[in-house]
């Protein structure tokens, strides 16, 4: 087991692997019961939508850390659950069956681009300085994150965003949360951040402010109200409505998995030389994952920027995968246990690792301004938005544009000017 999850090159162990695979767990537990309450607002059945997200979790997170040896967990996108319900079924009108055939359809045509190393080709030709503000940017969105849920920074129409209520209960819990992962991190002390949410948890529930579950051990609902759906509906997909549909399910979820896993490659310490080892196997178990995702019924899976919290305790390798995997076998005979974790007990995680993350900035080289600019405006939109896929649109577009202003034609690469080209179509007609 040491020797296929290459321990000593990575010079790693079972105790802290174990510790970051329990960190990410905890980090993501949320989407088991976030996800059906997005997605049951589509008109499907939220008991088996849980199900079908702790498995479809449990399958792609195994693929990516036996496959790849990533220490990184596969669950259902938030963007894109929202972007099913919220903007297909309800905004367009579209039946959640014919949009599930849509996500499956999409999780082929990955399959597909996987298999032909299309993908492994884009992620290889990124410029490395794009790379680092990928990384970066997605630090910041992750603390932005991580201050939002916490109620530390809330929503404000005269500014966009303000303080929040720092006397509130609830941020009050999310703030001394911070404070003591943050103590526990300058001491030196592993798995500060996965500490720092157990306490903050024993603190909530002796202060009244998390629920002790009464019981904690509950039944799994069946999945019999969506597994196989797709099956029945891949005749209706063939209209102009449902193939913009599946466009933007590929292009959204295509650039957000490129951009998490150049992030949390980049954090783990895997690139060399700007290339990641494996992978084209970790974009083949991610594309697998929407496969099989789509078939239990649920919207399209990514590779989760949650994965960072297990990066930071130490994982680096994918023996963490299969800890993160068993945690959520675990999590589907123990829901009422997963209920208690809250977004204000996980804020601390996601600022920490969202500064941890950042880091990456000091390797973009700052003195050039066509470097610069695309660089800087790809970190930034990705708070601002909301959206990974939109900060590293931005970059695509203008790091080509920048360096042809400059006659510097031939070191863009061919496939540059190609992705430049898609996102300005995709900024004009899908945005």
Avoid at 52 to 64: D, F, H, S
Avoid at 216 to 231: L, Y
Wanted: aromatic share 10%; proline share 3%.
């Amino acid at each position: 087991m040491r020797n296929f999850f290459k321990f000593t090159e990575r010079n790693t162990s079972y105790k802290q692997e174990t510790l970051a695979g329990i960190t990410t767990f905890l980090s993501l537990a949320y989407i088991l019961i976030v996800n059906p309450l997005i997605l049951s607002q589509s008109g499907m059945d939220q008991g088996a939508v849980f199900t079908a997200t702790a498995l479809t979790a449990i399958i792609g997170t195994l693929l990516i850390g036996l496959l790849a040896n990533f220490p990184i967990a596969i669950a259902p996108s938030m963007g894109l659950n929202s972007f099913f319900t919220f903007s297909v079924c309800i905004g367009m009108g579209i039946d959640w069956k014919i949009t599930l055939t849509g996500v499956f359809v999409a999780g082929i045509i990955f399959t597909l681009l996987s298999l032909m190393k299309v993908r492994e080709k884009i992620i290889t030709i990124i410029p490395s300085d794009l790379k680092y503000a990928i990384a970066s940017g997605i630090g910041f969105f992750i603390t932005f994150i991580g201050l939002k849920n916490g109620g530390i920074v809330i929503s404000n129409e005269d500014t966009f965003v303000s303080i929040g209520d720092l006397t509130s209960p609830m941020t009050l819990l999310a703030i001394v949360g911070l404070t003591i992962t943050i103590i526990l991190l300058v001491r030196g002390i592993n798995g500060g951040i996965f500490y720092g949410m157990c306490i903050t948890t024993i603190i909530g529930m002796m202060c009244g402010l998390i629920e002790v579950p009464s019981s904690f051990i509950g039944s799994i609902p069946s999945i019999e109200a969506t597994f196989g759906v797709v099956f029945n509906h891949l005749d209706e997909i063939f209209t102009p409505e449902m193939l913009t549909v599946i466009f933007t399910f590929l292009i959204v979820a295509f650039f957000d998995t490129a951009g998490a896993l150049i992030g949390l490659t980049s954090q783990a310490g895997m690139v060399k030389d700007g290339k990641i080892p494996n992978i084209g196997k970790g974009l083949l178990a991610d594309s697998l994952a929407g496969v099989f995702g789509a078939i239990l019924g649920t919207s399209t899976p990514a590779t989760s920027v949650e994965s960072s919290a297990g990066i930071a305790v130490g994982g680096r390798t994918g023996f963490t995968s299969v800890v993160i995997a068993a945690c959520f076998l675990v999590a589907l005979f123990f829901s009422p246990l997963v209920s208690v974790i809250s977004a204000e007990v996980t804020s601390a995680a996601l600022i920490i690792v969202g500064a941890l993350m950042a880091m990456e900035i000091r390797k973009i080289n700052w003195t050039k301004l066509e470097i610069v600019i695309p660089s800087f405006l790809t970190i930034i939109m990705m708070p601002l938005t909301s959206s990974v896929v939109i900060g590293i649109g931005l970059g695509f577009v203008l790091y080509p544009i920048c360096l042809m202003a400059q006659k510097r034609f031939k070191e863009v690469h061919p496939m540059m000017y190609l992705l430049c080209i898609l996102f300005i179509l995709y900024f004009a007609f899908f945005i």
